[in-house]
């Protein structure tokens, strides 16, 4: 990140795996770190850490589903930290199940958390952003919202609504210092997949590693997505020459 302005950064799903990574990436490139959660959890951990590289960090509880709490986690980072400018929309979840057994809660659910979610952040810190005429709002999208794959369709579905909303939102916002981009990660080395390895291994009698392996095939270089990657993609998404309403695409083929 080039050097400027000490930044302010809210990072959701922050406790863990992607969200972490990120969120210790901003702070080592001189941003103060908000991270957020529905639970403390690891929260506080983390936050320490960014401490320790010399950040000014804090732990927010946040449900990205609800209005209110949306409305009082950004008050609370403005008041500990100072105004949002850099919005990390990594809060998600990840379900599998056929179309016809995926049930109007599980896309209601899909829908809430990885598109209402950044919908409900991005309107409450994107005024603030364009008044003062800097901003980034990076989505963490997947390479599902690219193209389609069996037994995610809810998941897959609300990529494809992230990305469209990513690109949207950034023809909305050109030209006023604010860049909307997406990152799209394949299947990466996080809770996510260690739980859905373990459901393949639970239905299918294949083992936890033959499931991990059969989902790192998937990506298009055959291995999973360090989350550091996605962290290094972030931070350069921070430099004034970023890109705008670009889906950066993590398929492993590259280091």
């Not at 302010?8 to 702070?27: D, M, S």
């Not at 991990?212 to 972030?234: C, K, S, W």
Request: with cysteine; hydrophobic share 50%.
């Amino acid at each position: 990140m080039a050097a400027g302005p000490r930044r302010v950064a809210l990072v959701t799903g922050g406790g863990r795996g992607i969200g972490r990574e990120v969120a210790l990436a901003l702070a080592r490139g001189g941003c103060a770190v908000a991270v957020a959660a529905r639970t403390r959890g690891e929260l506080d951990a983390v936050a320490a850490e960014a401490r320790r590289l010399g950040a000014d960090a804090a732990a927010q509880i946040l449900d990205v589903t609800d209005g209110a709490s949306v409305t009082r986690a950004v008050a609370a980072v403005t008041a500990t930290l100072g105004p949002v400018d850099v919005l990390v929309n990594n809060a998600g979840i990840a379900e599998s199940a056929p179309f016809l057994k995926t049930d109007p809660e599980v896309w209601d659910r899909h829908l809430r958390v990885n598109v209402t979610g950044p919908y409900l952040l991005t309107r409450a810190v994107l005024p603030g952003m364009l008044a003062r005429g800097w901003g980034r709002v990076i989505n963490i999208a997947s390479l599902a919202g690219l193209s389609g794959a069996p037994y995610v369709t809810a998941y897959t579905a609300s990529k494809h609504a992230l990305v469209g909303l990513t690109r949207a939102l950034a023809a909305e916002v050109a030209g006023r210092g604010v860049t909307v981009n997406a990152i799209a990660p394949g299947y990466a080395g996080t809770d996510l997949v260690w739980n859905a390895a373990r459901n393949i291994a639970v239905k299918t009698g294949k083992s936890f590693d033959e499931a991990v392996r059969a989902m790192a095939g998937i990506n298009p270089g055959g291995r999973l997505i360090d989350p550091a990657e996605v962290a290094a993609a972030a931070l350069k998404l921070l430099d004034d020459t970023a890109t705008n309403g670009e889906t950066i695409v993590l398929d492993g083929r590259s280091p």
